[in-house]
């Protein structure tokens, strides 16, 4: 895990982006301030931490694209498939030689969480735009999660 953290530290270093490690569980960017808080203790991190840390970053990529982020469910859309496209990149939603988790349970809760998260600001982004389906979501946010992923896929790999 730690080697996971210090790639992520890495990418905060290079594009001067603060970080705060705190045991609260709560994750979160402040575009205003430049900074990422990550609710838990380094020392005590597990993939799902892992998981919403991605996330977070995937909003700190705004910095660097100057999207437009008022809409919030649709930026909540963008930051979290982003995370889970990078997971996949990264070997990390396979449930077998995963190079974070051996338990079984623990990867498909996980997956099932994010799938849920992501599906239900899908729904709520589309119930805004009336006429709007899920092939014009995806239209919508496919070339900004190639965007955000671009950035950040290289820069979390570990070798
Ligand atoms: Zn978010």
């Known amino acids: ?80 498939l982003s995370a889970g496209k990078i997971l996949l990149k990264l070997g990390m939603l396979k449930f077998k030689d995963n190079p974070i988790s051996n338990n079984f349970k623990e990867i498909a809760k996980l997956i099932w969480m994010h799938i849920s998260y992501s599906g239900s600001w899908a729904t709520a982004y589309i119930k805004d735009n009336a006429g709007f389906t899920f092939n014009d979501l995806k239209q919508d946010v496919e070339e900004e999660i190639n965007k955000v992923t671009d950035i950040l896929k290289q820069e979390l790999e570990v070798c």
């Open 1 to 80: 895990m730690r080697e996971y953290i210090e790639k992520i530290k890495d990418f905060c270093k290079k594009y001067g982006i603060d970080i705060k490690f705190e045991n609260n569980n709560e994750f979160y960017f402040v575009p205003s301030e430049k900074r990422v808080h990550f609710g838990n203790k380094e020392s005590q991190y597990n993939f799902s931490d892992l998981y919403k840390s991605y996330h977070e970053l995937c909003h700190s990529t705004v910095l660097m694209t100057n999207r437009d982020t008022k809409n919030y469910a649709k930026e909540e859309v963008v930051a979290d």
